[in-house]
């Protein structure tokens, strides 16, 4: 199954009850396998996850290390394409080799491309 299948059905199942804003993502292994992520919300937004951290997390959580990830595809519903925040582009430096790559798409088709060294700039790192 295509990265944005994987992704979309992600999104269906987001917990989005303030925010009504459902996203889910994907993420491949080297090995082709697929994990998926879809945001997850809390009346106390600080304690929200965003997609993109929620299919990392659940990787790491499945014993996947950091050289096992490929790339993600980030889909979100609508016209609108949205870059991922600041948290999660941190969390997907950490994880990710800086040339991986990194997608967001939307219903009108639009899609964005960077590589992980594009998307933080002077990230935190701890070498």
């Not at 993420?27 to 697929?34: A, F, I």
């Not at 879809?38 to 997390?57: M, P, Q």
Request: charge should be negative.
């Amino acid at each position: 199954m295509p990265l944005y299948s994987v992704a979309k059905q992600a999104a269906a199942r987001a917990y989005v009850p303030y925010s009504r804003f459902p996203v889910g993502a994907a993420l491949r292994l080297k090995d082709g396998s697929l994990i998926s992520g879809c945001n997850v919300e809390n009346a106390s937004y600080g304690l929200c996850n965003c997609a993109e951290r929620t299919a990392i997390f659940s990787a790491i959580a499945q014993g996947k290390q950091a050289a096992d990830f490929d790339s993600l595809l980030i889909y979100m519903p609508g016209e609108t394409l949205y870059s991922p925040c600041g948290a999660c582009r941190q969390v997907i430096v950490e994880f990710f080799a800086p040339d991986a790559e990194i997608f967001a798409t939307c219903d009108s088709g639009l899609c964005k491309h960077w590589k992980v060294n594009e998307l933080l700039p002077g990230a935190f790192t701890l070498d």
